[in-house]
């Protein structure tokens, strides 16, 4: 029985073991996650001839699994998805460490179906392997409903391989990710706390004036609030980077939100004697997207169109609707963007030199507000003149 296979298709067989080859030929030579594990879940499904398949992480500190690829779900369904530890067949397959075969998943009562409700896809029968590293379960491979009867021990065997495959690729990669944007961070860091010490340094010269020693208690201050910024702005991209932010995808009122961000800016915007403008059709439909997400971009945009602007300046936020994405435009009357800066502007730490040292500021801002933007779909654009002014556009499809 547990051969069946072998003996009724020896060429399919074959080809199923040469597919397993190449995997793991494509494994030693690259480290991008998402194509690799793209490969490895495309194989699954063919190999045990499923109609889906895909690839739940494990979150042990929020005891939840997230999907990281699925052959049947796009990327924006699957960063809304989230899969208990408890009460679910994938939670199942982490506690327990085993695989998971069964013929009718409603049946079943481990299986989740939650997950159902948002894809609307039903799931009949399924077979599920843990992804086991260095004796941690980093996840778990599913296949979904086997086109003809139901899925075999040999089918779990070859999964059993994939899924091994699977860890090991999860596992260089996340090393390979942290170490780049470890070194980076530490990189960044250097600055900062290379003025502190200066400062503490001179801090305790005798021959320092009271006015000097208040300057540089001021000094410290602003650089240990910046420190503040760059480590939970690093927590977020590294974050987002990393595929583990859940989002909640709700319909909302635009215009509300424009104005609450405006409120949240405002004493920093007086500060500069900047004024703030909305501009909003007053009957703007609802939009679709994960709220809090988006706030967090339009905050980020007026706090750089404040910061980079001149005294007496102003920020124009332009909100509007067409036939398949709504467009928000933060225009500023500031300082401008070199031309030759604005291809680096959405890399990570990225600073305009001129305003470097006059502005506060990690270099992050743009990079976070890109990732979230890319996950909902939309993509985000800068124009900008030196010396005029700056405008950046984030454009968001309809639905979501
Ligand atoms: P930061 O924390 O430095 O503001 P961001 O990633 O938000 O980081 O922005 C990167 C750089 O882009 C900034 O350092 C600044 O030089 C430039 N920049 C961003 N927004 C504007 C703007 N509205 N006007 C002028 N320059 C800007």
């Not at 296979?5 to 996650?33: F, G």
């Not at 979150?59 to 998805?81: E, I, P």
């Not at 679910?88 to 409700?117: C, L, M």
């Not at 939970?232 to 995808?249: I, K, P, T, Y």
Request: glycine letters at 6%; proline letters at 3%.
């Amino acid at each position: 029985m547990k051969r069946k296979r072998d003996m009724s298709d020896p060429e399919k067989s074959l080809e199923d073991y040469q597919r397993l080859i190449a995997i793991a030929r494509d494994l030693a030579s690259t480290l991008d996650l998402d194509v690799l594990l793209n490969r490895i879940t495309r194989a699954a499904a063919d190999i045990s001839d499923a109609e889906a398949a895909s690839i739940l992480l494990y979150d042990d500190a929020a005891r939840q699994l997230f999907f990281q690829v699925a052959t049947n779900l796009d990327l924006q369904t699957m960063r809304g998805l989230v899969v208990p530890l408890e009460g679910s067949i994938a939670g199942w397959i982490v506690t327990n460490r085993e695989p998971v075969r069964i013929a009718n998943a409603h049946a079943d009562a481990r299986f989740y179906n939650k997950i159902e409700q948002t894809t609307r896809f039903t799931t009949e029968s399924l077979l599920g392997v843990p992804l086991i590293t260095k004796k941690k379960v980093v996840g778990v491979l599913e296949v979904i409903n086997k086109h003809n009867g139901n899925f075999t021990t040999e089918d779990e065997d070859l999964l059993l391989v994939l899924g091994a495959q699977a860890a090991v690729a999860i596992e260089n990669a996340r090393l390979f990710q942290q170490t780049d944007l470890i070194s980076e961070f530490v990189h960044e860091l250097r600055t900062p706390l290379a003025s502190i010490g200066m400062t503490t340094y001179l801090l305790l010269r005798p021959e320092m004036s009271q006015e000097q020693r208040e300057q540089m208690v001021h000094n410290i201050h602003g650089e240990t609030l910046r420190l503040n910024t760059l480590a939970s702005s690093f927590l977020d991209l590294a974050r987002l980077e990393s595929g583990r932010v859940q989002f909640h995808l709700t319909k909302f009122d635009l215009p509300p939100l424009l104005e609450e961000c405006r409120q949240i800016m405002q004493s920093k915007a007086d500060e500069e004697s900047v004024t703030i403008r909305i501009e909003n059709p007053a009957d703007f439909p609802q939009v679709e997207a994960d709220r809090d997400k988006i706030k967090q971009v339009v905050l980020n945009l007026l706090s750089n169109a404040i910061k980079y602007n001149r005294s007496n300046g102003s920020v124009i936020l332009t909100a509007s609707m067409g036939d398949r994405d709504w467009t928000l435009a933060v225009r500023d009357t500031g300082i401008g963007i070199p031309e030759k800066s604005l291809p680096h502007l959405f890399q990570k730490f990225y600073r305009v030199r001129a305003s470097e040292n006059k502005v506060s500021g990690t270099g992050l801002g743009l990079s976070i507000c890109k990732q979230i933007i890319s996950v909902h779909g939309g993509s985000i654009e800068i124009e900008s003149t030196l010396g005029e002014g700056t405008v950046i556009t984030i454009h968001l499809p309809k639905a979501a």
